[in-house]
């Protein structure tokens, strides 16, 4: 199973409060460009879901479109967003939630769009790497690979930066 996990792209800082942050131009174009670099050649493309914030939400479209995913696939990202994936949430109840997705999904691929320091908490416990060794800048995007998903079972194949 691959597990592909993306930060947000880039956010204003203008906004009432931190979940309604929505994406400057460079965090689209940023997004776009590592998706359509490092994804579009992947035979099947992954479902994508995403934290509930708008950053998340735009960058989690954002994906889709470039994967060419149906409009409903879009829909579903908007209407079923992960707590778990907030930047406040517990790397261990995620990778809980990550785990019983693959138990459900079997053969399916899964694309988590989140934030720091969440993500950069995910590689490393999921790969069992040295923490803070391995930064998650604005669009970056780590995909990790691996029979199950449990802390240090799973291999960090590529951290793809803008």
Known sequence: MRLFILRHGQASYQAPSDAERELTERGRLETEIIIREHLVQLNHPPV???SPYVRAQQTA???AEQLGLASQSIEAIKRAPWQELRSESSPERTITRIGEWFEHNPGR???????QP????????LADLIPGRHMMGTSALACLEGEDCLPACMDLLALHQP
Do not use: K
């Not at 691929?109 to 934030?115: A, P, Q």
């Open 48 to 50: 994508i879901v995403s």
């Open 61 to 63: 479209q954002i994906a």
């Open 109 to 115: 691929d899964l694309l988590c769009v989140s934030h």
């Open 118 to 125: 969440l993500v950069g908490q995910l590689i490393n416990i």
